[in-house]
């Protein structure tokens, strides 16, 4: 696999859980970026690409050298009458040419994260977010398998 930076759970703008695998290098003494911006912005631009292009689900951005991954999926949040988008994310070295190929090849990895998330967090309050600390583990042993 290419080198994984960073893979996390966000919803309705914040970022729920993160494992940071590596750390991404900076340019020109960047600070560290902020995790809610992080949160707001791929919560942003899945909902523009849902509301702008009729529905269409965002799987992936590309940078110079980072490939952002998006793997949006339904959950029921305590609060809600309705289900609600919840976006997967995930950071990773951009190598290789064939990038629809391998982004195709890692959402199919990935699918059993996001399910097991939705079984262990359907229902629950999201706004206590130290409930989704030990979901770093699973997200970390996913990297592992």
């Known amino acids: 696999m290419k080198e994984l930076y960073e893979i996390g759970i966000v919803f309705r703008g914040f970022v729920l859980v993160s494992h940071v695998f590596k750390n991404i290098e900076k340019k020109d003494n960047l600070k560290n970026p902020n995790k809610d911006l992080r949160g707001a912005f791929i919560s942003a631009i899945n909902l523009f690409a849902k509301n702008a292009f009729n529905n269409l689900c965002l799987e992936y951005l590309e940078s ?24 997967l994310y995930s950071l990773i070295d951009k190598k290789k040419k064939d990038t629809d190929k391998f982004v195709k090849k890692f959402l199919e990895k990935i699918e059993p994260i996001s399910l097991l998330f939705v079984s262990r967090y359907s229902n629950k309050d999201f706004s206590e977010l130290n409930q989704f600390a030990p979901f770093q583990n699973e997200i970390k042993e996913f990297a592992y398998t």
Request: net charge negative; hydrophobic share 45%; glycine share 0%.
């Open 64 to 87: 110079n050298n980072i490939l952002f991954i998006f793997k949006a999926f339904d959950i029921q949040a305590s609060d809600s009458n309705q289900k609600e988008t919840i976006i």
